[in-house]
């Protein structure tokens, strides 16, 4: 059974850092592509990073430079850095992988940046 399991976010204020951790069972983790989306209140969610089970990423424009994917395939493990946060940046935080053609996400954790 997958299971993902995020922690790590918080209250913070704008320009400050928090890091997110994503915990994965039930996969291959070394095998998969992982992403972190993020739901605003009153939005719909949205990719903010992925990377692919050989490490290469991709960043929505609105978190280049700021934030940083990486992953620990020792520990089944994504991590999202985030740098300069802003308070756009509040929201629900999800991990996400695709496991045979159906997406699994986390119970997500949530950021919220203060002005």
């Known amino acids: 059974q997958v299971q993902l399991v995020e922690s790590g976010g918080g209250l913070v204020q704008a320009g400050g850092s928090l890091r997110l951790s994503c915990a994965a069972s039930g996969i291959i983790f070394s095998m998969h592509g992982m992403g972190w989306y993020r739901q605003a209140p009153g939005k719909q969610r949205e990719l903010v990073v992925s990377i692919t089970r050989g490490g290469s990423t991709a960043y929505a424009d609105s978190v280049k430079g700021r934030f940083t994917i990486s992953r620990d395939n020792a520990k089944n493990t994504v991590y999202l850095q985030m740098n300069s946060l802003k308070p756009e940046d509040t929201g629900v935080y999800y991990c996400?992988?695709?496991?045979?053609?159906?997406?699994?996400w986390g119970q997500g954790t949530q950021v919220t940046v203060s002005s």
């Open positions: 996400n992988v695709q496991y045979w053609s159906r997406d699994y």
